[in-house]
């Protein structure tokens, strides 16, 4: 799987991390009748917008409870179609 990863932190640079996902259970919490892990909110609050459906919250050190801002760094899947 290939992500690219895009974030004020990472500049100008295009990063790639070629990863596995993660099978760690996110803590997750309740907004105006929205649940998702908390990092999402965390990030969308941060962003002033929703995620994509193609964007994710990655946590850098790879501690799921660390929801530090300085620990999280959205990334975007890239999506490939295999040619018909």
């Known amino acids: 799987m290939e992500w690219t990863m895009k974030a004020s932190n990472a500049g100008s640079h295009i990063l790639t991390l070629r990863s596995v996902m993660s099978t760690n259970t996110y803590p997750h919490k309740t907004i ?17 917008r929703l995620l994509r459906e193609n964007e994710h919250v990655y946590h850098i050190n790879g501690d799921p409870k660390d929801n530090s801002l300085e620990n999280l760094i959205v990334i975007v899947k890239n999506i490939r179609r295999k040619k018909e």
């Open 32 to 48: 105006n009748g929205v649940k998702k892990p908390i990092h999402r909110h965390i990030m969308e609050d941060h962003l002033g």
